[in-house]
T-cell receptor, first 112, second 116 residues
């Protein structure tokens, strides 16, 4: 595999607070990035995407920020809810490849 | 969004037996499907790319004779884990591509394989 995470970092937030999940991607040639949410025992669920010609994109309660200089991607979740508890993965598509490469993931725990 | 159905959702088998996992695109045609493997607390690792009507393309380190992939129609790809062993126990996930690029990807719900 091209991207393996041995341990999932965990982010614990209070319900109602904002969450920021970070991801460092590997390929400077990647031009498309996606954030996925994965609940236990389920497949990944699309959250939001961004192209490399953008540095910010907003969705409903979520914002993705892209910093190509340092190859960093972040997902901001506003007013975090218990239903947001899951593992979040960033994924990149290298410009020269059709393959989706996943980052190592972050577990988000929302405290009631 | 498009629906990808994966079956079975979980399977337990004896060591040495073979297990087939199905991935179906229910409301669209998928010329390309992808198979991933995910160990506990780890990320998804791409195993192979399945193209309708042609041989699958395997990632480095993935045994093609161990993980047989068949993509006989535009809506169905199957992954067969042959002669399964306990180390093959994992969560297997498929995804299907709707567009000409990888951007329109929809994932199945995954199959948890436990080999005793």
């Amino acid at each position: 595999g091209e991207s393996v995470g041995l341990h999932l970092p965990t982010l614990s937030v209070q319900e109602g607070d904002n969450s920021i999940i970070n991801c460092a991607y590997s390929n400077s040639a990647s031009d498309y990035f996606i954030w996925y949410k994965q609940e236990s025992g389920k497949g990944p669920q699309f959250i939001i995407d961004i192209r490399s010609n953008m540095d910010k994109r907003q969705g409903q309660r979520v914002t993705v920020l892209l910093n190509k200089t340092v190859k960093h991607l972040s997902l901001q979740i506003a007013a975090t809810q218990p239903g947001d508890s899951a593992v979040y993965f960033c994924a990149e598509i290298p410009d020269s490849s059709y393959k989706l490469i996943f980052g190592s993931g972050t577990r988000l725990l929302v405290r009631p | 969004g498009a629906v990808v159905s994966q079956h079975p959702s979980w399977v337990i088998c004896k060591s040495g037996t073979s297990v087939k996992i199905e991935c179906r695109s229910l409301d669209f045609q998928a010329t390309t499907m992808f198979w991933y493997r995910q160990f506990p607390k780890q990320s998804l690792m791409l195993m192979a790319t399945s193209n309708e009507g042609s041989k699958a393309t395997y990632e480095q380190g993935v045994e093609k004779d161990k993980f047989l992939i068949n993509h006989a129609s535009l809506t169905l790809s199957t992954l067969t884990v042959t002669s399964a062993h306990p180390e093959d126990s994992s969560f297997y996930i498929c995804s299907a591509q709707t567009g000409v690029t990888n951007e329109k990807l929809f994932f199945g719900s995954g199959t948890q394989l436990s080999v005793l």
